[in-house]
């Protein structure tokens, strides 16, 4: 359940997340026969390009590779197998030495006490809610700030119920006084950026940018090159204060149009009263997506 309820059954604030969706989503559609030839193909040449059975993580690229994991390469390379090919192998290259999803949680837990970043809900379509909150930043610029977002993502990967495989991230601006000083840096969001279009293809449901301050706008203009056209067309924009806007621009949204109410954190127009407490929150992530 979303909220706990005092004893005159009003809504009261909770300290645990959801982390398991209660509604079940219908599976994706069939591929064409064309798609299915591309696709034997493909499954075909990732299974030549895996490391011998014989190798200890070997089972971890087994798993990994999947025929979801195979699908969203060749939809993002747009069904050609040969920048499909050169995609997953790069990925291949690119898991092998950063090894995301055996990060340990005790590395990256420090980056976690403010809960600048945490995982609470899932949207309409049962794709994971991560907000990020950079007004609680509390490290400096730097690597652990990027595996801190990558483990962020491999678990909600993690969570995921059957038939979905988009993450949703809810960034708000307003949240704690954020200023352009206590915000990450640019170099960590061009990172981040790239790693996500090169590594995660096809698991960014959607963005919402909550609240964007005066400053966002001339960082999102430094990071838009690096953004590639689908993502960018991905990312939408929340006013709190000013909700007219949906009517005035499709790149402006209302977060209860996208996430039930006690789905969505009550900031944005939601029943969710939760609370970050950091042990209670980080023992309820561990047990549920274990790495």
């Known amino acids: 359940m979303a909220n706990n309820k005092d004893n005159k059954g009003q809504l009261s604030k909770t300290r645990i997340p959801i982390l398991t969706c209660s509604y079940n989503i219908t599976s994706p559609p069939e591929l064409i026969a064309e798609q299915k030839e591309i696709f034997s193909l493909f499954k075909e040449y990732v299974d030549s390009i895996l490391i011998p059975k014989e190798d200890v993580r070997y089972q971890i690229e087994r798993d990994w590779t999947t025929d979801a994991c195979l699908k969203r ?3 993002a390379a747009k069904w050609n197998l040969t920048d499909a090919k050169k995609k997953i192998k790069d990925s291949l290259a690119w898991r092998r030495e950063y090894k995301p999803s055996e990060i340990d949680p005790k590395l990256v837990e420090f980056e976690a006490v403010t809960g600048k970043q945490h995982l609470n809900g899932f949207d309409k379509d049962g794709r994971p809610i991560l907000y990020l909150r950079p007004g609680l930043e509390n490290t400096s610029p730097g690597p ?13 990967i993690k969570i995921m119920p059957d038939n979905v495989e988009n993450i949703v991230i809810i960034v708000d601006f307003n949240f704690n006084n954020c200023s352009a000083r ?29 609240n964007a ?3 966002f706008w001339g960082f999102f203009k430094l990071l838009s090159p690096f953004i590639d056209p689908v993502t960018k067309n991905k990312i939408k924009f929340v006013d709190i204060k000013n909700p007219s806007k949906v009517t005035q621009d499709s790149s402006w949204v209302n977060p209860s149009d996208f996430i039930l109410e006690n789905q969505l954190e009550s900031e944005y127009g939601g029943s969710n009263l939760f609370e970050y407490h950091h042990e209670t929150y980080w023992n309820a992530l561990c047990e549920k997506a274990p790495f």
């Open 73 to 75: 390469y060749l939809r």
């Open 213 to 215: 301050p005066w400053y």
């Open 144 to 156: 652990d700030q990027l595996r801190f977002i990558i483990f962020n993502f491999e678990s909600a």
């Open 182 to 210: 206590n915000s990450p840096g640019l170099g960590v969001a061009k990172e981040f950026m790239n790693v996500l279009s090169s590594n995660y293809p096809e698991r960014l449901g959607y963005s919402m940018i909550i």
